[in-house]
């Protein structure tokens, strides 16, 4: 079965450091890859996405994310974060079956 | 243009009882999923609706339902509530094009809650 994995649960970083968030998945047809956040409070919203072309994304709020197909992998980074990036962030893979699988997300706490 | 509108956000069941749930999703939009999220398993995909037809389901017992009508609006049944049932249900929308991208728009939620 399809699956997407998320290295890991719980992430702590202070203000400015570098983020990268790990995402794999096992699908090996075409897919449709997109990163989500959850703001506490708040219902998930789109970060960003790849589905063709430059396998170099960039979404809002200056995450990026980089579609490695050899390696099945789909990283989030973000070079200086804030503490407004404390946030529930989950990698997505849509593939052709008509439904998108979700990791288990990664919680990111930044201190101030 | 609205979002994906979902209603009740909130309700509480006694165990046994059923439920349904609803979802409005963006306008254009003819492709409906719904996901059930808890704290520790995370975004688990339930069925997907594409002109009222269910175009593939997750992993999920026969008391989970859903049903999708001509105007893509769509509802989610659960019978004979359990208390493991409590959960965040997502609605989510999308064109439902694969092929360009068919990116995915949640709704808030409706938090359901098995006493």
């Known amino acids: 079965a399809q699956s997407v994995s998320q290295h890991n649960h719980h992430v702590i970083l202070s203000e400015a450091a570098s983020l990268e968030l790990g995402c794999n998945y096992s699908y090996g047809g075409t897919v449709n890859l997109f990163w989500y956040v959850q703001y506490p409070g708040q219902h998930l919203q789109l970060l960003l996405k790849?589905?063709?072309?430059?396998?170099l994304v960039k979404g809002i709020k200056g995450f990026e994310a980089e579609f490695i197909k050899s390696k099945f992998s789909f990283n989030l980074r973000k070079p200086s974060v804030q503490w407004s990036d404390t946030a529930e962030y989950f990698c997505a893979v849509g593939e052709g079956g008509f439904k998108t699988i979700f990791g288990a997300g990664t919680r990111l706490f930044v201190k101030a | 243009k609205a979002g994906v509108t979902q209603t009740p956000r909130y309700l509480i069941k006694t165990r046994g009882q059923q439920v349904t749930l609803s979802c409005s999703p963006i306008s254009g939009h003819r492709s409906v999923s719904w996901y059930q999220q808890t704290p520790g398993q995370g975004l688990q995909f339930l069925f997907e609706y594409f002109s009222e037809t269910q175009r593939n389901k997750g992993n999920f017992p026969g008391r989970f339902s859903g049903r999708q009508f001509s105007n893509s609006r769509s509802e989610m049944n659960v019978s004979t509530l359990e208390l493991g049932d409590s959960a965040l249900y997502l609605c989510?929308?999308?064109?439902?094009?694969?092929?360009?991208?068919?990116?995915?728009?949640f709704g808030e939620g409706s938090w359901l809650t098995v006493v």
């Open positions: 989510a929308s999308s064109s439902g094009d694969f092929l360009s991208g068919n990116t995915i728009y």
């Open positions: 790849y589905f063709s072309g430059d396998p």
